[in-house]
């Protein structure tokens, strides 16, 4: 493919093993249970077919789901920054599992971070 997108260079397989492995990392981490539902079956369905369009792929999340509005979605959770600090060690650690490195993790990576830093609503208890 000429101009292949971020989804492309990934891949449907790796990218799928990606959000399954993070999703198991956020299962342990005790910041992130509290908010997270106990089954995460859906969630898991949901987040492949939004990365899979965030990465330039088809636009699965959006068909059945309408327009992401991500950051209104997340308000009914507490956000903090050691929310969303925690949520992307989850990410990193996923990316070191199934071996996703060079410019595409750093890519990939960069724009979670700045998605990750949108999605904070409110403050750290201690703030
Ligand atoms: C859903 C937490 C960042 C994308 C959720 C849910 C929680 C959550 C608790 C609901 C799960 C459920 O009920 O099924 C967080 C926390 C974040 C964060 C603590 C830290 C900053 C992000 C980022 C993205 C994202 C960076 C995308 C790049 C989504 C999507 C859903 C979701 C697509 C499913 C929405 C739906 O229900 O259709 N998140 N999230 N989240 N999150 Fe996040």
């Given amino acids: ?3 292949p997108t971020p989804y492309d260079l990934i891949g449907e397989a790796l990218l799928y093993k990606l959000i399954d492995v993070f999703y ?4 342990h981490h005790p910041e992130l249970k509290p908010i997270f539902p106990e089954d995460l079956t859906e969630t898991v369905r949901r987040q492949k077919q939004f990365m899979t369009q965030y990465l330039g792929g088809p636009s699965l999340y ?3 789901h309408g327009h992401p509005m991500l950051r209104a979605r997340h308000l009914p959770f507490e956000i903090t920054p050691s929310r969303a600090e925690a949520w992307l060690s989850c990410m ?3 990316m070191d599992t199934v071996g996703l490195a060079g410019d595409i993790r750093e ?3 960069h ?3 700045l998605t990750a830093q949108h999605m904070i609503n409110t403050t750290d208890q201690d703030e």
Avoid at 24 to 27: F, K, L, P
């Fill in 92 to 94: 990193r650690q996923a």
């Fill in 24 to 27: 198991e990392n956020v299962s």
């Fill in 62 to 64: 959006t068909e059945e």
């Fill in 111 to 113: 724009r979670l971070r």
């Fill in 1 to 3: 493919q000429a101009n």
């Fill in 107 to 109: 890519f990939y990576y």
